[in-house]
Structures are given as C-alpha cells and as structure tokens.
C-alpha cells in the first residue's frame, strides 16, 4: 500500500516522501494494474522535497488535489493531453473529485473531457458524485449542452 505523507493541521506535508519509495509503490501497483499506478509513473521526476500549493497554473508546482503524491501541474496536464484513456479518466475523475470547482476548467473542458466520458466518470466521483450529476444533468435540461 502506498505510504500516504501525514499533515498538520496547516496542511503542510510534515514528512516529504521521496520520487524513489512513490517509484517503488507504482512498480509494485503495476502488475495489479491499479489506477494508483497511473497516477505514480509521473511522479519520478518530482525532487524529494515537495509541498503541495494552490497555484494551478505554476507546472512546477504540486497542486492541492495531489495532496497524497508529488504529481506536478505539467505532469497532470501531460497525462491528460497525451496519457492513455485510462490516464485520462483517472485524472479528470480525480480533478472533479478533488479540485474546487473553478479550478476543475483549469485543467479540463466539459464538451472535450467531461462529457464525453460521463457514464464512466460518474462512478469515481465518490462524495462529489451528488453535485456533478445536478450540475450535468442541470445543464442538459437547460439546453446548454447536448
């Protein structure tokens, strides 16, 4: 199981984990083929001091939605414009989830991204699954999207 970094209560990573145990962890996951694998095969190039921000436009820097690795900005925005489909989904589920709603449009597009994938998407939404169906299913009775 992946050893997730504790907090304090200011939300600082008290005890930084390092790209080669996050490394070690997606190598282990890869054969059981987990989405936590995805999501560690881009932490390898991460520097073993990290901390994650709010700024969601610096590609260096670790957004708050990846509070539990050290996955950059650029590395999510790289997965989700060249990553498999299975990168993809895994992502944008993880950014619906995660992220607040006015940074959830940083990083994805609901005609290109969202919708198309709705269905699978909707069952990894976890407690945000509620709000994302009223907001979809909102839009579409409204006629703004299709």
Do not use: C, K
């Not at 190039?45 to 050290?70: K, T």
């Not at 449009?105 to 945000?128: A, H």
């Amino acid at each position: 199981m992946l050893p997730i970094p504790r907090r304090r209560r200011t939300g600082a990573v008290s005890e930084p984990v390092s790209a080669a145990r996050l490394v070690e962890g997606a190598h282990a996951r890869v054969q059981f083929g987990t989405a936590a694998a995805l999501r560690l095969a881009y932490s390898a190039q991460v520097s073993s001091g990290w901390q994650i921000s709010r700024d969601v436009l610096d590609p260096n820097a670790v957004p708050y939605f990846n509070w539990d690795a050290a996955v950059t900005n650029d590395a999510v925005r790289r997965a989700l414009r060249d990553g498999t489909e299975d990168d993809r989904v895994y992502w944008i589920a993880r950014i619906l989830r995660e992220a607040q709603y006015a940074d959830v449009w940083q990083y994805v597009s609901l005609r290109r991204d969202v919708l198309p994938r709705w269905e699978t998407l909707r069952s990894m939404l976890g407690r945000r699954r509620a709000f994302w169906e009223f907001l979809v299913d909102r839009w579409r009775s409204d006629g703004l999207v299709a």
